[in-house]
């Protein structure tokens, strides 16, 4: 009896077995979900703008597997298809381009965290996942445009608006999406920007408040990083690597403040027509010349070597002050005054145009001239650039002293920010402080990570700013601005000779040796009369 009961129950599970495998596959008219979730995306995300496609693929529907042959023929975008989420989770994906997840779990929810409410993302998912009982999880997916699936081909697409926060319908039969960047129901943009920053560069607070005002929204400015930001400016070039960085207007860069030239005295007009090697060279031709007519000479040849080298000399500036004669003497004199002529004229042209305006020593621009003429304090800005430093406390002369500063399109504007930050009581310390950089200090034309000011914008704004700064920038406003706004005239400007009187103190080096040649003659005059007298007495005596 039991074998017969053990027997009929093995006939009945091989039975419903069968049974169960002959069932046919239920089948979906694909094309429903296909053409929806095509349009949608075509829309959302032209190729020009986002050539990058991911779809990620989290699951094993029916539904979810007939979406995926139209995106995988599309020769349109490059596109990558994966199961695994990490391996493609990055920054670039995410800002850059059209991300479609296909789910069909609560599980699957948790990978969206990462996902800004107004990224390009696209959520396809089953109509059960909008249950009573999952209304924590649905809140989660206030993300991207939703399409939702259910039962006998029904689709509904949901679009979440954080600023009006409401929930937008779209009719998956005549599909619009809609521009959110037109009215954001006096959304608050938060700009962080420095004051000492701010108060010098203004023209990102206006434009801030120029692109609010066409938008329905609030702009505000604020230093304080605790609150929430969108938009940030990027001041140090270790950020530009991020993805959300848009360049903006004006250049940001690393400067080097050195110390201005100090005017050369008025005596070096006499030496700089010339430069060291010239005077060099011309020196030893008039110690070659001297020996030579020492040596073989007729007339000057009976001087004293001195007074041939000053007659040499004279007859560059003046022309011959002693007779001279012989044939070796002629031609070679005759030849030296000859390239006199030359030499002269060109020196007295080069004089007469270097009095027209102050000599200054030269300036520190080039990298070279920073390692060898400059000293920083020792810091880790200072170390990274392996620069000369000296200790803290001990500085070095103001004409050595040179700092690491960040700066802003021009060395006026770079100055005026430092200035804000001096916190003196009285009225025109900061006006004081200004004139005594802008007169002892200037910036080196060797500039270190020199790039285009960037802004770090939310990604829910970046679209609507990335067209704002484009516009700006093609349209030359910026330059505009600052062109026509009133700033401090206190541009340095070097003093020309005519504008100043040449006193005792600028001819000191020449008093100086005329002082010294005349005690010299003296003294020579005093020693010839003292040994002429003594001969003259050593003769009468005998």
């Not at 596959?25 to 094309?31: Q, V």
């Not at 000492?196 to 408040?209: A, G, P, Q, W």
């Not at 060099?280 to 007729?298: E, P």
């Not at 005093?526 to 009468?540: A, Q």
């Amino acid at each position: 009896m039991s074998f017969v009961l053990v027997i009929s129950l093995m006939v009945l599970i091989s039975t419903r077995e069968i049974v169960c495998s002959l069932n046919p596959i239920p089948s979906i008219d694909s094309k429903v979900y296909e053409q929806t979730l095509f349009e949608l995306h075509r829309q959302l995300c032209p190729v020009d703008k986002y050539h990058n496609l991911f779809v990620y693929h989290l699951t094993n529907d029916v539904p979810g597997e007939a979406v995926l042959p139209p995106f995988m023929i599309d020769s349109l975008y490059t596109k990558t298809i994966t199961t695994y989420f990490a391996l493609y989770g990055s920054y670039y994906n995410f800002y850059y381009s059209c991300n479609i997840f296909v789910i069909d779990s609560l599980e699957d929810l948790e990978i969206l965290s990462p996902f800004d409410s107004s990224i390009k993302v696209i959520l396809f998912y089953p109509k059960w996942i909008q249950s009573e009982q999952n209304v924590s999880y649905v809140q989660e997916l206030n993300k991207g445009y939703q399409v939702v699936y259910g039962p006998d081909y029904t689709l509904e697409i949901y679009r979440w608006n954080i600023f009006s926060n409401q929930r937008t319908t779209i009719d998956p039969h005549n599909i619009t999406i809609p521009d959110e960047m037109r009215d954001l129901y006096g959304y608050q943009i938060t700009m962080y920007y420095m004051d000492y920053i701010s108060l010098v560069m203004t023209f990102e607070k206006y434009f801030l408040e120029q692109v609010a005002s066409r938008i329905n929204a609030t702009a505000i400015v604020t230093d304080d990083f605790s609150k929430a930001i969108d938009i940030m400016p990027v001041v140090t070039i270790q950020n530009m690597i991020y993805s959300w960085i848009i360049p903006a207007f004006g250049t940001t860069f690393t400067a080097i403040v050195v110390p201005r030239a100090k005017p050369k005295p008025i005596v070096s007009i006499l030496f700089d027509p010339f430069d060291l090697y010239v005077w060099i060279t011309y020196l030893v031709l008039v110690l070659t010349m001297a020996i030579s007519i020492s040596l073989f000479g007729k007339l000057l040849g009976r001087r004293r070597f001195m007074e041939i080298v000053l007659e040499l000399i004279m007859m560059c500036l003046a022309g011959p002050s002693r007779a001279y004669g012989g044939t070796f003497e002629n031609r070679i004199i005759t030849l030296f005054c000859l390239m006199g002529i030359v030499l002269v004229s060109s020196y007295q042209s080069l004089v007469i145009s270097f009095m027209s305006f102050v000599r200054y020593g030269p300036e520190i621009n080039t990298l070279e001239e920073i390692y060898e003429r400059c000293l920083f304090l020792d810091n880790e800005f200072s170390k990274f650039y392996n620069f000369s430093t000296h200790s803290y406390g001990n500085y070095p002369r103001l004409n050595l002293v040179c700092n690491i500063v960040t700066g802003r399109d021009n060395e006026l504007q770079t100055f005026l920010m430092g200035t804000i930050l001096i916190e003196d009581r009285h009225a025109y310390a900061k006006e004081d402080y200004l004139h005594f950089v802008l007169e002892n200090l200037r910036i080196a034309k060797k500039k270190f990570y020199e790039y285009p000011f960037c802004l770090s914008v939310n990604p829910h704004l970046r679209e609507l700013f990335v067209f704002y700064i484009q516009a700006v920038v093609e349209s030359g406003i910026y330059e505009y601005y600052y062109n026509n706004k009133t700033r401090p005239s206190m541009q340095f400007e070097q003093m020309k000779f005519i504008d100043q009187l040449v006193n005792i103190e600028d001819l000191l080096l020449l008093w100086i040796a005329y002082i010294g040649g005349m005690l010299l003659s003296i003294l020579c005059f005093v020693m010839e009369s003292i040994v002429h007298k003594e001969n003259k007495g050593h003769l009468t005596q005998r």
